[in-house]
Antibody, heavy 122, light 109 residues
Framework: QVQLQESGPGLVKPSETLSLTCTIS????????WSWIRQPPGKGLEWIGH???????TYNPSLKSRVTISEDTSKNQFSLRLSSVTAADTAVYYC????????????????WGKGTTVTVSS | EIVLTQSPGTLSLSPGERASLSCGAS???????LAWYQQIPGQAPRLLIK???SRATGIPDRFSGSGSGTDFTLTISRLEREDFAVYYC??????????FGGGTKVEIK
């Protein structure tokens, strides 16, 4: 059974960099795309970006200038870095497995982590 | 950018009733790229429907999805108490970008 677990600081100061890690168990990171999604308090879901096999990344255009997603295949983990954070980046951050099929025949997120709350405050 | 609009914002129904949730896209989309998720408060989203109408593993058959073009629907045939939650539609387009609708809350009347 595939499980995902987010980890990282729960409190980040404004203007600093938010860093989170998603640890994958029960599957190899090499087989799928992996995504980060966030949810501000009381609001809907926002896709942040995804990564595939270390070098293929795509980001939400609204966050692209501040986001980096990377993989550590030796640890079966992928990570999120979001720079220059403000209070608007306060959210629950989720990692998820993405199923695309051959040549992006379809796209959906079938396994999600429980989420981790990040608060941006001084 | 394709915008997804979910309606209604809130649906007040009783257990046993039928729920119809709408997801409208601002332009025609590929059916394979439309998915639905359920989120119970305090929990992560759970995949319900992939590729417009295919139920995810373990999802009861009271959940069904349909639609094409710009109009998509999630139907819950008979509401169970555990179905009262927020539902999101999600689209992949080849920009590439992934978009979520604003959500529909199904609450107990």
């Amino acid at each position: 059974q595939v499980q995902l677990q987010e980890s990282g600081p729960g409190l980040v100061k404004p203007s600093e960099t938010l860093s989170l890690t998603c640890t994958i168990s029960g599957d190899s990171i090499s087989h799928y795309y992996w995504s980060w999604i966030r949810q501000p308090p009381g609001k809907g879901l926002e896709w942040i970006g995804h990564i595939y096999q270390t070098w293929t990344t795509t980001y939400n255009p609204s966050l692209k200038s501040r986001v980096t997603i990377s993989e550590d295949t030796s640890k079966n983990q992928f990570s999120l870095r979001l720079s220059s954070v403000t209070a608007a980046d306060t959210a629950v951050y989720y990692c998820a497995r993405v199923v695309t099929g051959h040549d992006f025949y379809f796209y959906y997120m079938d396994v999600w982590g429980k989420g981790t709350t990040v608060t941006v405050s001084s | 950018e394709i915008v997804l609009t979910q309606s209604p914002g809130t649906l007040s129904l009783s257990p046993g009733e039928r729920a119809s949730l709408s997801c409208g896209a601002s332009q025609n989309v590929n059916r394979n790229y439309l998915a639905w998720y359920q989120q119970i408060p305090g929990q992560a989203p759970r995949l319900l429907i992939k590729a417009t109408s295919s139920r995810a593993t373990g999802i009861p058959d009271r959940f069904s999805g349909s639609g094409s073009g710009t109009d998509f629907t999630l139907t819950i045939s008979r509401l169970e108490r555990e179905d009262f939650a927020v539902y999101y539609c999600q689209l992949y387009d080849r920009s590439p970008e992934i978009t979520f609708g604003g959500g529909t809350k199904v609450e107990i009347k």
